[in-house]
């Protein structure tokens, strides 16, 4: 985990979270963030995996844009995903296909948005073509809050126990869950030889 901290340290200072399994409660500001939306599985949807791509080429192509313009150079953001079902009783890690999804990657705070928006509007009209997705991709404003969270190392498909554990420490603790289920992912998903990918793992509450 050190890399990770040390990585997003100055940009993710929130991502400190010592040790597997202890729960952290923290106050998220507001966030700018590349944003795009679907639903199913996240494992077999073909729009899923060109949402994540595109993501990636995006924010690729505004860190070079940042570091030509303003001479400034920061760690690409980690991929991360907002999780729901229509009705959150009915959430199940088996049932992905009723999964909707939000993929998204930050956008710096140092990044002027007149920047981002020329970078959105230049990718777009370039390759947007080929890769539909970056149509679909916005820039917008995310407030989460009140949250707590967890870090996770080990596949996706088990996180079961260790999401059950961060809901009922919220409730513990005289909380009730609200909002989406967010994960961020420290370990490149595009990247297939991770044995133990890790994860941050967030719920808001109120």
Known sequence: MASQKQKYAEYYPLLSVEGSDKIKFVEVPPQKFFMIDGKGNPNTSEKYKMAVKSLFKLSYKLKYAVKKQKGVKYPTPPLEGLWWVENMENFSLQNKEEWIWTAMMRIPSIVPDKIAQSVLKTIREKKGE?????????????????????????????????????????????????????????????????????????????
């Open 130 to 206: 080929r890769f539909p997705a970056l149509n679909q991709i916005r820039i917008e404003s995310y407030e989460e809050g009140t949250a707590a969270q967890v870090f996770y190392e080990g596949e996706y498909e088990h996180e079961g126990p260790i999401i059950q554990k961060l809901h009922e420490e919220i409730k513990a603790q005289g909380y009730e869950l609200r909002g989406k289920h967010h994960e961020i992912y420290l370990s490149n998903p595009k990247i297939r030889f991770w044995k133990k990918p890790k994860t941050i793992i967030r719920q808001p509450y109120e």
